[in-house]
C-alpha cells in the first residue's frame, strides 16, 4: 500500500479532531459544546499543523507537492475539475446559509449578584450597614446549640412553605415551578453562592426580592417575591440558617478577609 | 489469558449480581428503619409529616397532596388494583418523583441505601405490609403489542369502548363531561389527565407505565381498573358489537345477532366472577385464560393509542432560536379556520402558577400556550392556543369545585420597546414603574379583545381609545383557540407599535376559572420575545454567486500563478 | 407472699393503663362510625326478644336538594333524583339509620338474604343507600343501567379495601369476590360512582346480623335477641352517632323493647 501523503495525513488529523470535539465530547463525554468554542480549539489545530510543516523546507514543499499536483499536473484533469466545480460550490452554499440565517434575540446581560445596597432594611427599618448587618441566631451555633437547632427547624419549616416551588425540595434551584422561570431560580447547592456572600446580602436578597435589584440584576425579569411582604425578620434570617444548614455551605462573613 | 480474563470478568458480574442481595440482608430490618426515620424526618416529613400522614407543613398547598402513608393506599402501583405496591415500586417513585405533582426525584439527592432505607421506614406506617402474607401481585407485562399505527387505531376504538372519554374527553384533553366533578378519597379535586401532555403524568410515560395504570387502577383517584366491557369477545366482535349498539333501527339478522353476541358476554362475565370467586371448572379456566388474554391485549393497543396522543417528549420553550416568529405573507392573513395555520410550527411558552402576589395560584391546571403568527405589510395576526379542561364563562357557585371563574387571556408586551438589551424592561408581571400594554380576552365575550394598560398585577386600566382588533374565538373538546388581528402601526400613544425585525418582549397570564383563578390567581409567563421575521433580503441571491465565481477565479489564478512558475 | 401481691398489683395497674390506653385509641379512632364487639359467637336462639321503635328527625326540615344531572340525561335523569343525605318522611321520620347492638357477643347466624348483599345501580343512582354487608361476604353489584358506572369503595385504613372498578353496561352482575370482601368489621365506607359524580352510598362491613336500616316511615326491628342488657346504638350520615351515650335495653325472653330516637343535624358536622 501506498504510503498516504504529508497533506492527506494532516487533512485526516484536522477532520479526527473536528468530529472528536463536536461528537465525542460534546456529546459522549458532555453536552454539546458551542460551535465558536469548537472554531477555536480547530484554529489551534490549524496553527500546530502549519508549524509542523513549516519547520522544514523539504517538509513545507512536500506538503505542498499534491495540491501543486492537482493545480498543474496534466494526469491530474478529472481531479482538477471537481474540485473546480465543488469550492465554488461550497463557497455558495456557506455564503446562502450565512446571509440567510435567522436573527437570534438579544440576550439579557444579567449580573447574576449584583451589587447590594449600602444599608440592609427590612421594610423601612434599617438594619445596619451591609458590612455590619448579622444575622441575629447566627452566635447561637456556639452559644446556644438547642436553641440554634430550632432556630433551622423554623427555617426549614419556613423553606418548604413558601421556597420550595421555585428553589427544590433538595434547594438545587430544580422546584416544579422552576421549568417556567427566566431567569431560573438560585442553586444553593452550588459552592458558589452560599460560601460567596454574607448573609446580610441574602437577606437583603429575599427581604426585595426580585424588584428591588439594581438595573444590572434585570430586576423586571425575576420572579422572587418581595418577601418582606410575607415574612418577619426571624423567619427571614432563620431561613437563610435553614440554606446553609442543610447545604454544609456557610455564608461569607466579614473579616475574614474578600 | 484469555481464560483468566473471562473468569474476572464473570467474577465481577457475579458480584453485581449479589450485591443487591448482600445489600438486602447485609443490614437487618430494625437498622434499615432506624436509618430511614432519620432520612424520612429530614427530607420527607416536611410533606408527608412526621407520622406520615401526610399534613407536613408544606403540605397545604399542595396537590395533589402529599401521599398519607397510613392509610395504605398508592396511586402507583405495578400490582393489581387492590393490592399494596412491591418495595421496587416505592423505591422507583422515590428515586423518579412524580412528574405534574411535587414529589421531586430523589437520586441526586439521597443514595440508594438510604432510598431502600425510606421504603422500609414509610412501610411501617401502614399495619397493612406487617399483615399481608403474600407479595402482593405484580401486573405482568407478558404479551405486550408492539406501537405500530394499526395498533394505535385499533387502540382509538377502545378507548371509545372503555368509556375512557367520559373523563379524559373525546380527544383525551381531561375534558370529559364527568371531569367536573372528580375527588378523591380524601375529598380533594382531581382533574383526569390531559393525555395530550404526558409529561406531568404522575407514574411515567413510558407504554408500559400506561398499561400498569389500566390494568391496576390509581388507588385513591377515580380512576377505576378497568374492565373489558365485552369481556369473552374478540377485538372484532368488539367492533361489530359497538356497531350494532350504536345503530338506531337494527334488522332482524342483526337484531338475533346482537343478542347472540350479548348472551355471549354476560355468560363470560358469568365466568369471570366464578374465576375470581376461586371457582369454575377446567374449561372455564380456560375460556377465562383466553379472555383475559384478548383483555390485556386490548389494553396494550389502549396504551399504545394514549401514548400516541403525546409529542414524544415536552415541547421546547420559545427561547432563543425557539422564539416565536411571525411569518410574512403578502395577501390577506389567513382566518383562524384556515388551513396555512397547519404549516407553521407552534412556539411553546411554558406557565407557571403566580405566586408572588396574593391571592397566590399555587396548584395551575394550564400548562402552557402555544402561538402561531402571520403577519403582512400593514397587519398581524396571531393564533394563541391552550387546554382547559372545563369552559367557563361566568362567575358560578359550583357545588362540586366551589367558586369559578371566567376563563381569560392576556398577552402582554411592554408600550415602548427597549432600545437594547440592557435597557429596562417592564416589571414582567404586569409592569411597574415601566408600563405594559396587553390584550386581554375573556370567555363571556368570545370576540373582543380588550386594550389596558397596567403599571402592576393590580393597577390595570382599560385604555380610553380601543383600537381595532379583530377577534375570533373557539373552545372544543378541551382547548381553546384565540386569534386576533391588528395593524401593525396605530395612532395610540400607549399602543405597542411594531416594526418587521425588532425583538419585541412577550408574556402571558392565563385563567382557568375552573381552577378559582381570578385577578392576581392566575398562572403566567416570564418574559419572552417575539418578532416579525423580517423577509428574508434580497443579498441572498446576490452575493453568493458572487463568491462562488471569485473562488473559482482564484482557483483559475492559482493554476495560472504555478504553470508560470514551473515553466520558469 | 407480698411480693406475689405485689406483682399481681402491678400486673393489675399495667392492664388497666393498658385499657385506658385501648380506649383513648379508640377514642381518636372515629366517633362518627360503628361501634362493635370484640368477637361474636353464633349460636341458635331460642325465645328471643324483639327491639322496634321509629327515628325521628327534630330540627328544620330542609328542603329537598334536586341533584344537579350533568351527562347521560337520558339514562340518568328519567326520574328526578334528589339527595339522599337526610332523607325525612311526613312525621318527621327519618329513613337510612342503622340502629343496631353495640355489644353483643353471641346470638343468630346472619340469614341467607343477609349473606346475598346487593348494591344496585339503577338510573343512575344507588340501591339501597346504606348497605349492610357482612365481614367475610362477597357484594354483589349490579348495573340497571344502559351507562357505564364505576364502583368505587373507598379506603380504610382497616381493610385497605379501596375498590375502585368500572362496570360497563355490558355487565349487568359484578361479583366483587376479590376485592370487595372485608376481613374486618367497619364503617360505614363511602361508596361513590366518579363517573356520575351525584351517585352516593354507604356500606357498613358488620360481624353479628343486629343491624337494622330505618325504612321510608323510619322504622326499625331487631329481632332474635338473647335475653340479656345490650347497648343500642345508631348511625345517621348527616346526624351522626350516639357512640358517647348509648340507650341501654334490657331484652326479655320473647318479649318486645319499643326504642324511639330523635336526631338533630350534628353542629360540628
Redesign the interface.
Same mark, same amino acid.
Given at each position: 500500500m501506498k504510503k498516504p501523503s504529508l497533506f492527506t495525513i494532516c487533512f485526516a488529523i484536522f477532520i479526527v479532531c473536528w468530529v472528536f470535539l463536536r461528537f465525542f465530547v460534546g456529546g459522549v463525554i458532555s453536552k454539546p459544546i458551542p460551535n465558536s468554542v469548537i472554531a477555536m480549539y480547530m484554529a489551534l489545530v490549524f496553527i500546530a499543523i502549519l508549524v509542523h510543516i513549516s519547520v522544514e523546507d523539504t517538509r513545507f514543499r512536500e506538503f505542498l507537492r499534491p495540491i501543486?499536483e492537482t493545480?498543474?499536473d496534466e494526469n491530474r484533469q478529472t481531479r482538477?475539475l471537481v474540485?473546480?466545480v465543488l469550492?465554488?460550490?461550497l463557497?455558495?452554499?456557506?455564503?446562502?446559509t450565512n446571509?440567510?440565517k435567522?436573527?437570534?434575540?438579544?440576550?439579557? =446581560?444579567r449580573t447574576v449578584h449584583p451589587t447590594p445596597p449600602d444599608n440592609l432594611t427590612y421594610k423601612d427599618i434599617v438594619l445596619g450597614t451591609m458590612d455590619e448587618a448579622e444575622n441575629p441566631h447566627r452566635h447561637l451555633e456556639k452559644d446556644d446549640p438547642e436553641a440554634y437547632k430550632s432556630h433551622v427547624e423554623n427555617g426549614?419549616?419556613v423553606y418548604?412553605?413558601n421556597c420550595?416551588?421555585c428553589h427544590?425540595?433538595?434547594l438545587?434551584g430544580?422546584?416544579?415551578?422552576a421549568?417556567?422561570?427566566?431567569p431560573l431560580p438560585a442553586n444553593f447547592q452550588d459552592p458558589g453562592v452560599l460560601p460567596n456572600f454574607s448573609e446580610s446580602f441574602f437577606f437583603w436578597r429575599i427581604s426585595k426580592?426580585?424588584?428591588g435589584m439594581p438595573?444590572a440584576g434585570?430586576?423586571?425579569?425575576s420572579?422572587m417575591?418581595?418577601w418582606e411582604n410575607y415574612l418577619t425578620q426571624d423567619e427571614i434570617w432563620d431561613v437563610i440558617l435553614f440554606l446553609s444548614d442543610y447545604t454544609g455551605y456557610k455564608p461569607r462573613t466579614f473579616g475574614e478577609g474578600h | 489469558m484469555r481464560i483468566r480474563n473471562f473468569t474476572l470478568l464473570l467474577l465481577i458480574l457475579g458480584l453485581f449480581f449479589i450485591l443487591p442481595f448482600v445489600h438486602a440482608q447485609g443490614a437487618t430490618e430494625a437498622q434499615n428503619i432506624a436509618e430511614g426515620k432519620k432520612v424520612y424526618d429530614n427530607?420527607c416529613a416536611?410533606?408527608h409529616g412526621i407520622e406520615g400522614r401526610g399534613d407536613?407543613?408544606?403540605a397545604?398547598?399542595l396537590l395533589p397532596q402529599p401521599r398519607d402513608f397510613t392509610r395504605g393506599l398508592y396511586k402507583i402501583r405495578s400490582t393489581e388494583s387492590g393490592q399494596l405496591p412491591t418495595d421496587q415500586d416505592l423505591f422507583d417513585i422515590i428515586t423518579e418523583g412524580m412528574p405534574g405533582?411535587?414529589m421531586?426525584e430523589?437520586e441526586?439527592?439521597l443514595d440508594a441505601d438510604e432510598r431502600w432505607q425510606v421504603v422500609a421506614y414509610i412501610k411501617t406506617f401502614y399495619e397493612g405490609f406487617k399483615e399481608s402474607e403474600t407479595l402482593p401481585k405484580e401486573i405482568s407485562l407478558k404479551g405486550k403489542i408492539p406501537y405500530s399505527k394499526e395498533s394505535i387505531e385499533i387502540g382509538k376504538e377502545l378507548y371509545t369502548q372503555f368509556a375512557c372519554y367520559e373523563c379524559h374527553g373525546d380527544e383525551g384533553r381531561g375534558d370529559g363531561t364527568s371531569a367536573p366533578t372528580l375527588t378523591d378519597e380524601w375529598d380533594y379535586k382531581s382533574w383526569p389527565a390531559n393525555l395530550h401532555q404526558n409529561w406531568n403524568y404522575r407514574g411515567g410515560n413510558d407504554i408500559d407505565d400506561i398499561y400498569k395504570r389500566f390494568v391496576g387502577g390509581i388507588a385513591g383517584s377515580a380512576m377505576p381498573m378497568f374492565e373489558d366491557p365485552a369481556f369473552g369477545l374478540s377485538i372484532e366482535e368488539a367492533q361489530r358489537y359497538t356497531q350494532l349498539d350504536n345503530k338506531g333501527e337494527m334488522t332482524d339478522a342483526e337484531e338475533e345477532e346482537y343478542t347472540q353476541l350479548e348472551d355471549k358476554m354476560a355468560n363470560a362475565f358469568d365466568i369471570l366472577d366464578l374465576i375470581n370467586a376461586g371457582e369454575g371448572d377446567e374449561e372455564q379456566k380456560k375460556f377465562y385464560e383466553e379472555s383475559m388474554k384478548t383483555f390485556y391485549e386490548k389494553s396494550w393497543h389502549l396504551a399504545n393509542y394514549v401514548k400516541s396522543l403525546s409529542p414524544e417528549k415536552r415541547p421546547e420553550?420559545a427561547?432563543?432560536?425557539n422564539?416565536l416568529?411571525s411569518q410574512y405573507v403578502e395577501d390577506e392573513l389567513p382566518p383562524m379556520d384556515d388551513a396555512v395555520w397547519d404549516t407553521l410550527e407552534e412556539s411553546y411558552f411554558?406557565?407557571?402558577?403566580q405566586?408572588?402576589?396574593e391571592p397566590r395560584q399555587?396548584n395551575p391546571t394550564i400548562d402552557s400556550v402555544s402561538v402561531k403568527s402571520f403577519y403582512n405589510d400593514t397587519e398581524v395576526a396571531f393564533l394563541f392556543i391552550w387546554d382547559d379542561r372545563t369552559h367557563n364563562t361566568a362567575e358560578e357557585e359550583n357545588e362540586d369545585i366551589g367558586k369559578t371563574y371566567e376563563d381569560a387571556i392576556a398577552i402582554q408586551f411592554p408600550v415602548k420597546i427597549p432600545k437594547?438589551?440592557?435597557s429596562?424592561? =417592564?416589571?414582567?408581571l404586569w409592569g411597574?414603574k415601566?408600563a405594559v400594554y396587553l390584550w386581554q380576552w375573556q370567555a363571556s365575550a368570545p370576540e373582543k379583545t380588550t386594550e389596558l394598560t397596567a403599571k402592576g398585577i393590580n393597577n390595570a386600566t382599560e385604555q380610553e381609545f380601543q383600537g381595532d382588533i379583530e377577534t375570533e374565538s373557539a373552545y372544543s373538546k378541551g382547548q381553546y383557540k384565540l386569534w386576533v388581528k391588528r395593524a401593525l402601526e396605530t395612532d395610540d400613544k400607549k399602543d405597542l407599535q411594531l416594526k418587521p425585525?425588532v425583538?419585541v418582549p412577550i408574556a402571558f397570564s392565563l385563567w382557568d376559572g375552573a381552577n378559582g383563578d381570578v385577578g392576581t390567581k392566575r398562572v403566567i409567563?416570564?418574559?419572552?420575545?417575539f418578532?416579525l421575521?423580517p423577509v428574508?433580503?434580497v443579498?441572498?441571491f446576490i452575493?453568493?454567486?458572487i463568491?462562488?465565481?471569485?473562488?473559482?477565479g482564484l482557483?483559475?489564478g492559482?493554476?495560472g500563478f504555478?504553470?508560470r512558475r514551473?515553466t520558469e | 407472699m407480698k411480693t406475689k401481691m405485689f406483682a399481681c398489683l402491678a400486673l393489675l395497674a399495667a392492664c388497666g393503663f393498658s385499657l385506658i390506653v385501648l380506649a383513648d385509641n379508640h377514642e381518636e379512632e372515629d366517633m362518627n362510625k360503628l361501634v362493635f364487639p370484640e368477637a361474636y359467637k353464633v349460636e341458635a336462639v331460642a325465645n328471643g326478644g324483639k327491639i322496634s321503635g321509629v327515628v325521628k328527625f327534630d330540627g328544620e326540615v330542609p328542603e329537598k336538594k334536586k341533584l344537579a344531572i350533568n351527562k347521560d340525561q337520558a339514562v340518568c335523569d328519567a326520574v328526578a333524583k334528589f339527595d339522599e343525605s337526610l332523607v325525612v318522611g311526613d312525621g318527621n321520620v327519618l329513613k337510612n339509620t342503622i340502629v343496631y347492638l353495640m355489644d353483643i357477643t353471641k346470638g343468630k347466624d346472619f340469614d341467607a338474604e343477609a349473606k346475598k348483599p346487593e348494591l344496585d345501580q339503577k338510573e343512575c343512582r344507588f340501591d339501597p343507600h346504606v348497605q349492610i354487608v357482612p365481614v367475610g361476604i362477597v357484594l354483589t353489584v349490579l348495573n340497571s343501567d344502559k351507562a357505564t358506572h364505576n364502583v368505587h369503595i373507598f379506603g380504610t385504613k382497616k381493610n385497605n379495601t379501596s375498590v375502585n372498578k368500572q362496570q360497563p353496561k355490558t355487565r349487568k352482575k359484578m361479583r366483587l369476590s376479590r376485592e370487595g370482601v372485608a376481613k374486618k368489621a367497619e364503617g360505614p365506607i363511602e361508596v361513590k360512582c366518579d363517573i356520575h359524580g351525584w351517585m352516593k352510598a354507604w356500606i357498613a362491613y358488620v360481624p353479628h346480623p343486629y343491624f337494622a336500616v330505618t325504612n321510608e316511615k323510619g322504622e326499625f326491628t331487631l329481632e332474635d335477641v338473647p335475653p340479656g342488657t345490650y347497648k343500642l346504638g345508631y348511625w345517621h350520615e348527616v346526624c351522626g352517632t350516639n357512640n358517647k351515650a348509648p340507650v341501654t335495653v334490657k331484652v326479655e325472653a320473647g318479649g318486645e323493647v319499643k326504642q324511639e330516637f330523635t336526631l338533630k343535624v350534628e353542629e360540628t358536622k
Open positions: 501543486h493545480l498543474v482538477r474540485f473546480a469550492i465554488p460550490l463557497m455558495l452554499g456557506f455564503t446562502y446571509i440567510a435567522k436573527a437570534n434575540p438579544p440576550g439579557d =446581560p426549614r419549616t418548604y412553605q420550595f416551588y427544590g425540595d433538595h438545587d430544580k422546584g416544579h415551578f421549568d417556567a422561570l427566566n426580592g426580585g424588584p438595573a434585570t430586576p423586571w425579569n420572579a417575591p418581595i | 427530607s416536611h410533606c407536613g407543613s408544606a397545604e398547598n405533582s411535587s421531586p430523589w441526586t439527592a420553550a427561547i432563543g432560536k422564539s416568529r411554558p406557565l407557571v402558577g405566586v408572588i402576589i399555587f437594547g438589551p440592557t429596562p424592561k =417592564p416589571y414582567f411597574g415601566l425585525g425583538f409567563s416570564s418574559w419572552y420575545s418578532v421575521e428574508p433580503s443579498k441572498r452575493y453568493p454567486p463568491v462562488a465565481l471569485l473562488s473559482l482557483l483559475i492559482l493554476r504555478m504553470q514551473n | -
